[in-house]
C-alpha cells in the first residue's frame, strides 16, 4: 500500500508543471502552500485505497453469505471437506487483513487530516503577515 501511495505521489510531483524561478520567489508561505497541496493529494490517495479495500471486503463477505462452496466442484460430485475447510480459511484471512489495512489506512487518513490543519494554520498565519 505505502509503495503505491509513494509511486502516486512521485506520479503527481512530475505532473506539476514547472515555474521559471524569476516568477514565484521561495518563500515560506509557497513552501507551506505546496506542503498543504502534497498532504492533501496523499490524502486523497489514502481516501481511494480505503475506498476499493471496502470493496473488496464487501464483495468478499457477500462471497462468505452467499450458499454456494467457496471451492469450485463439477457438478454432481460433493466438495472434499478439506479444500472447504482451506478456501474458508484462506477467505477469513483475507477479511481479517482487509480490517487491518482498513485500520492502518484510516489512521494514516486522520494523521493527514491532523497534518493539513496544522499546514492550514500556518498558511493562514504566513498570508497574514506577507507585506501589501
Known amino acids: 500500500?505505502?509503495?503505491i501511495t509513494f509511486a502516486l505521489l512521485m506520479f503527481l510531483s512530475t505532473a506539476v508543471p514547472a515555474q521559471s524561478p524569476a516568477a514565484e520567489a521561495d518563500t515560506p508561505l509557497k513552501r507551506a502552500e505546496a506542503a498543504l497541496l502534497a498532504v492533501r493529494e496523499e490524502q486523497q490517495a489514502v481516501y481511494q485505497q480505503?475506498?476499493?479495500?471496502?470493496a473488496l471486503?464487501?464483495?468478499?463477505?457477500?462471497?462468505?453469505t452467499s450458499a454456494s462452496s467457496p471451492v469450485y466442484v463439477p457438478e454432481g460430485q460433493i466438495?472434499?471437506?478439506?479444500?472447504?475447510a482451506r478456501a474458508r480459511n484462506e477467505q477469513q484471512d483475507r477479511l481479517k487483513n482487509?480490517?487491518?489495512e482498513l485500520q492502518q489506512l484510516y489512521a494514516r487518513h486522520?494523521?493527514?487530516g491532523a497534518e493539513a490543519a496544522q499546514l492550514r494554520d500556518q498558511v493562514r498565519i504566513l498570508s497574514q503577515q506577507r507585506p501589501k
Do not use: T
Not at 57 to 64: G, R, S, V
Not at 79 to 84: F, Q
Open 79 to 84: 466438495p472434499n471437506y478439506d479444500d472447504v
Open 50 to 54: 480505503i475506498q476499493m479495500i471496502q
Open 98 to 100: 482487509y480490517a487491518y
Open 57 to 64: 471486503q464487501q464483495l468478499e463477505m457477500q462471497n462468505a
Open 1 to 3: 500500500m505505502r509503495l
Open 110 to 112: 486522520r494523521d493527514l
